[in-house]
């Protein structure tokens, strides 16, 4: 009889239902929700608010036993027998359960070992400063970049970036002085805010026209030029916000030069372009909780390469105009670096600034007392751009006369706002 019944026992479990692991589309639901609910605050600018903006102790461990059960989570999935789309949404939740496990044991350590006061001299002056900024530059790179490797990639972009601007100098048939006392010449110099406003619509024109040589998508938002009435942006020549290019046009002339390059990064095919295009691109719910600077800027910077092939850039000089900002933009990659993680004085940094850079030094301090409230966030621009060219590179060499320029900027765009890793995957796909 005891036979009988362990026997029929067994077999009524055997017709029972095996527990079902939850389903991919489950896990990702689970994630939004979750992730949603923990209301982490958005990566800040500056890090004395970042560190103020750091949670209670309660809230900490709130989010750790969060993203510790997801990394557990994620280990019951093998993403090779899962879908394109369902793989991105496995990549980037690993990617992001990763940096904030690191984020949360910085934060953890931070509650305890809290000043009274937070230091504004710089993030290297707070406890664990270091630690701090090797995060933030992954973070705002979003690429496991490393500070030396940085400091060299910038040394690396400076020398390139000066060899253009002597390039453009030597072309002009000017002396090195007599070069640089003509760029202050009243002719480079607008006083006419009518001016101003056509010469940007002009830069407009020329660039929506030749827009389908580079480009498939060409069904973009309209797109306003305006001048910007923010003085708190005012140290900034412009800006892109919700579908309006503002130029910031205050107490002095406006410089010529800037005008091709400045509509390129901020207008099209630069932000503006980059916004239209994620806004028709499908993306899941996982995907879209996350915006990626170090894509966002990289890209901007990148399409002030395309100058000539768009139209503009007619004269030396308005080339030079992306140069003068790009060697600013080189310049402060090392410095991030110097001020924010290896201790670096100002003084130091405005000799390394005046050795490197000539004709700009009225901006030097107001660019190093940025780094040093702003860490990391700098590197986004050249670091993110030097991808996507290096990209470019790479697949014009696989391809060969099959390389398409118009493929390769939807290779890059087409999938939406994603960490620099994961956009290099697409790129390589089919190729």
């Known amino acids: 009889m005891k036979v009988f019944i362990v026997a029929l026992g067994a077999l009524i479990l055997s017709a029972l239902p095996a527990k079902r692991q939850p389903t991919f589309n489950a896990f990702c639901n689970d994630f939004v929700k979750g992730y949603n609910e923990l209301h982490l605050p958005q990566l800040e600018l ?27 989570g994620l280990s019951a999935f093998k993403p090779n027998e899962l879908s394109d ?12 359960t990763n940096l904030n496990l690191e984020r949360i044991a910085l934060e953890q350590d931070w509650l305890k070992h809290k000043p009274a ?49 002597e390039a453009i100098r030597q072309q002009t048939g000017l002396g090195e002085d007599a070069f640089y006392k003509h760029l202050n010449d009243p002719l480079f110099f607008i006083n006419d805010p009518k001016i101003v406003q056509q010469s940007f619509e002009n830069t407009k024109q020329i660039i929506y026209a030749n827009l389908p040589k580079l480009f498939k998508n060409t069904d973009i938002a309209p797109l306003k030029i305006e001048k910007g009435e923010s003085r708190q942006l005012a140290q900034t020549p412009g ?3 919700s579908n309006v290019f503002y130029y910031n046009l205050f107490d002095k002339p406006y410089n010529k030069r800037q005008v091709d390059w400045l509509f390129i990064h901020e207008g099209v095919p630069g932000h503006h372009y980059q916004a239209s295009t994620e806004a028709q691109t499908k993306t899941s719910t996982v995907q879209q909780l996350f915006y990626y600077m170090g894509f966002a800027e990289g890209w901007g910077a990148y399409t002030e390469e395309l100058g000539k092939q768009l139209g503009v850039y007619q004269t030396p000089y308005d080339e030079l105009g992306k140069w003068e900002w790009d060697i600013v933009r080189s310049v402060r990659v090392p410095l991030d670096v110097a001020l924010n993680y290896y201790g670096w004085t100002d003084e130091q940094a405005l000799a390394f600034w005046k050795k490197n850079i000539r004709g700009q030094d009225d901006i030097a301090m107001r660019e190093i007392a940025r780094i040093r409230r702003w860490p990391a966030q700098v590197v986004t621009y050249k670091y993110g751009a030097l991808q996507i060219l290096h990209w470019k590179d790479e697949l014009q060499q696989k391809q060969g006369a099959k390389f398409d320029i118009r493929d390769f900027h939807s290779r890059v765009l087409d999938h939406g706002s994603l960490p620099l890793f994961m956009v290099k995957e697409n790129m390589f796909k089919k190729s």
């Not at 500056?46 to 510790?68: M, N, R």
């Not at 789309?85 to 992001?96: H, P, R």
């Not at 707070?126 to 790179?141: E, F, S």
């Not at 400091?151 to 253009?164: D, M, S």
């Open 46 to 72: 500056s890090y004395v608010s970042g560190l103020e903006h750091i949670g209670t102790a309660a809230d900490v461990q709130k989010q750790l036993t969060f993203f510790s059960k997801i990394k557990t």
């Open 117 to 165: 006061t937070i230091s504004t001299g710089g993030i290297i002056t707070v406890p664990n400063g270091k630690a701090w900024y090797a995060y933030l530059l992954k973070r705002w790179t979003s690429a496991n970049a490393t500070p030396d490797e940085i400091y060299q990639f910038g040394l690396t972009e400076v020398a390139r970036v000066q060899k253009h601007i």
């Open 239 to 241: 800006y892109y916000d």
């Open 85 to 96: 789309a369902e793989k991105t949404d496995y990549q980037l939740i690993s990617y992001e």
